[in-house]
């Protein structure tokens, strides 16, 4: 029972450093989205794709790019990171859209120093 | 602009007292309202997705309920293993960016 898996689980970087979260799923989800939540606020859509090959620009993408070239996995990229990108992420996937459960990994805790 | 708040933020309860927690929600074109439970380290995980007015979901100590402006989720009897962290998040009718989330309320149940 996989379901949404993410790597790594916690990440120390340095400002300016750049890296990956992985995302995989084995629910054979279409829709695949990455959020982060930050400390008394609800989760925020970053990135999410409705299909391999095709993404799209959620409410707070600055910083940030995915890619989708299966529809299996999602990697998060962090360009030139910034204390501001200190958060904990999550990648989701769900099988529609609109009304359709969504389903979470475990979440990645990164700080940015 | 579509809205979801969630009270109180915090919830304190001794083993065995009910309460219930709201979910207010002010979005175009719900197509689903849906309450999520989140232990700390983890990720939030699905409890009740509830489509229309007047319609009631329950598992175990938890149900839920939704209006044409909220859903509440009311917890009868609690144990401590019912502490977490407990979102609701409002499903739209648009493309792709389909979710709002709440910022969820913190429940400590002490035995």
């Known amino acids: 029972n996989a379901g949404v898996t993410q790597t790594p689980k916690f990440r120390i970087l340095k400002i300016g450093q750049s890296m990956t979260l992985q995302c995989t799923q084995d629910?054979?989800?279409?829709?695949m989205y990455w959020y982060r939540q930050d400390p008394g606020m609800g989760l925020k859509l970053i990135y999410y794709?409705?299909?391999?090959?095709?993404?799209d620009k959620g409410e707070v993408p600055n910083g940030y790019n995915v890619s989708r070239s299966t529809t299996e996995d999602f990697p998060l990229r962090l360009e030139l990171a910034a204390p501001s990108q200190t958060s904990v992420y999550f990648c989701a996937s769900s099988r529609l859209s609109s009304g359709n459960t969504i389903y979470f990994g475990e979440g990645s805790w990164l700080t940015v120093v | 602009e579509d809205q979801v708040t969630q009270s109180p933020e915090a919830l304190r309860l001794q083993e065995g007292e009910s309460s219930s927690l709201n979910c207010s929600y002010t979005v175009s074109g719900l197509r689903g309202l849906f309450w999520y439970r989140q232990d700390p380290g983890k990720g939030p995980e699905f409890l009740f997705t509830?489509?229309?007015a007047g319609e009631e979901k329950e598992k175990e100590r938890l149900k839920a309920t939704l209006t044409k402006k909220e859903s509440f989720l009311h917890i009868t009897a609690p144990k401590p293993e019912d502490s977490a962290t407990y979102l609701c998040?409002?499903?739209?009718?648009?493309?792709?960016?389909?979710?709002?989330f709440g910022p969820g309320t913190r429940l400590s149940v002490l035995p």
């Open positions: 629910m054979n989800h279409n829709y």
């Open positions: 509830l489509y229309s």
């Open positions: 794709s409705v299909g391999a090959g095709i993404t």
């Open positions: 998040a409002a499903s739209l009718d648009n493309y792709g960016q389909n979710f709002v």
